[in-house]
């Protein structure tokens, strides 16, 4: 690997040349074309800001603005050579190297980047943007992950992890704590791959992990190019997967994971709330096993009341037989998590599914188009009574969605800052507590790391 040290006027920047190894050999002349594409339609610009997000792993920052005006003349190219791909970087980021050279773990997660991104040029963007049927959007996913040598035949042992990266030290800390309980019993960790509750769990496994000796431990980070500028990969994510959407993501979460625990959070850890619950809740699915846990420290249990109190709420008093909230207990979550995945492992066996992936569960086209959160779109959604919990849940989530859009996805912010806050309508009491538990989220600052919370969202009663 080349590198040079470079003089810049805001911070200090490398100029590189690397070498993927493994997972990443070869590129097709096609694949290398749209990846160098600057034109409005092409992949250079989300390859230069996905790549800038994990070049600067570890950023404090929730603003996909931020690394853009810190590095504004950062550039990345792609090349197939006789020896195989390389990669040049033009003033990078000089936290990503030491010594001269770049940190493994932030090239493997580059060479991430740059294989997910040539894969969706060719397989998703030259078919235009891919399968339009329910079963066909399954089946890219199963591609994606494949691709991203993710689907690997054996126990279930992967638990996904959802939680807030705008939490407290004491909530921090638990995570980590769940994670270590988790580590002990072999289980490998999925989340986000973001900061605060999808970095503690990777980090207590990774210390059971050690102490059990056990060495070839999966860290699964999932993102998708609207959030992963505003969470940059922590460092513990040894295999990181970009998805097309979020929809894609969410789909990939339940595909791959064996259960999920939630922790604390906000927004985005609402909508992924809403989104397992309006799958579990259609009657195609009643008999597929599923542990779903919430838990928190003690100082979190008015947090999950709240939840469970807009859930009943909006969905009925059927969701909560789908969740199982847990307070200040690691050694619970993780046995009652263990005993969920022992069932699932009976159901797959006797259903004849795979442990990798879970084709059983019946996912819906209307869970799987992307919400795209325009001002009309948001304005549109049928929060209202009388709709069968699932498709209530599905407009819920998209309301979520484009409230997350709207605080940390640039196009979403870009969109507020034209034409004002996105207005949502529904029923007088849906519309009353959806607005309480939004205000508690920016009450316990579970909307920014940092700075002052400016909302996105109107709520029209």
């Not at 250079?44 to 792993?57: E, G, N, Q």
């Not at 034209?418 to 316990?444: C, K, N, S, T, W």
């Amino acid at each position: 690997m080349g590198q040079t040290q470079v003089a810049s006027s805001t911070m200090p920047v490398v100029n590189a040349r690397i070498y993927p190894r493994g997972g990443l050999d070869v590129l097709s002349r096609e694949e290398v074309a749209r990846l160098k594409d600057a034109s409005s339609g092409g992949m250079h610009d989300l390859l230069r800001r996905c790549a800038l997000a994990v070049l600067t792993s570890g950023s404090a920052s929730d603003d996909p603005r931020a690394a853009q005006e810190l590095y504004p003349s950062f550039d990345i190219q792609v090349a197939q050579q006789d020896r195989g791909v390389r990669i040049d970087l033009v003033n990078a980021p000089a936290m990503a190297f030491v010594d001269g050279e770049i940190i493994l773990g932030i090239a493997e997660l580059l060479f991430a980047v740059v294989r997910d991104l040539a894969y969706r040029a060719i397989e998703f963007d030259a078919c235009e943007g891919g399968a339009e049927d329910s079963e066909g959007i399954t089946n890219e996913i199963f591609g994606l992950l494949r691709n991203a040598r993710l689907l690997q035949p054996a126990d279930p042992n992967l638990v996904v992890c959802w939680g807030g990266h705008s939490i407290n030290r004491d909530e921090y800390d638990y995570t980590k704590l769940v994670g270590y309980e988790l580590g002990l019993r072999g289980f490998d960790i999925c989340t986000g791959c973001g900061p605060g509750a999808m970095k503690g769990p990777m980090k207590g496994a990774n210390v059971a992990h050690a102490k059990q000796r056990r060495y070839r431990s999966r860290y699964i980070g999932i993102t998708e190019p609207g959030i992963i500028a505003a969470e940059s990969p922590n460092p513990i994510v040894n295999h990181l997967v970009i998805m097309p959407d979020i929809e894609k993501r969410l789909e990939a979460f339940v595909r791959l994971g064996h259960g999920i625990i939630v922790f604390p959070g906000g927004v985005g850890t609402a909508e992924e709330i809403l989104y397992l619950l309006g799958l579990l809740m259609r009657e195609e699915n009643a008999g597929v096993p599923f542990p779903l846990i919430l838990t928190g420290p003690t100082a979190s249990a008015p947090y999950f009341e709240q939840i469970d109190q807009f859930l009943r709420l909006t969905l009925g008093e059927a969701a909560t037989s789908r969740y199982e909230i847990i307070v200040a207990d690691p050694v619970k979550v993780a046995r009652r998590m263990a005993e969920g995945i022992k069932r699932v492992r009976e159901h797959r066996i006797q259903q004849k599914d795979s442990f990798y992936f879970n084709w059983s569960l019946t996912i819906p086209l209307e869970f799987q188009q992307p919400f795209v959160p325009t001002h009309e779109a948001m304005a549109a959604l049928d929060l209202h009574h009388g709709r069968k919990p699932h498709a209530l849940a599905a407009d819920l989530r998209r309301a979520f969605s484009g409230i997350v859009a709207g605080n940390v996805k640039e196009d979403g912010m870009r969109r507020v800052e034209a034409f004002g806050p996105f207005q949502i309508h529904g029923d007088p009491e849906f519309m009353r507590a959806l607005d309480a538990l939004l205000q508690a989220f920016v009450e316990q600052r579970r909307m920014k790391i940092s700075g002052q919370y400016r909302p996105c969202y109107e709520v029209v009663v």
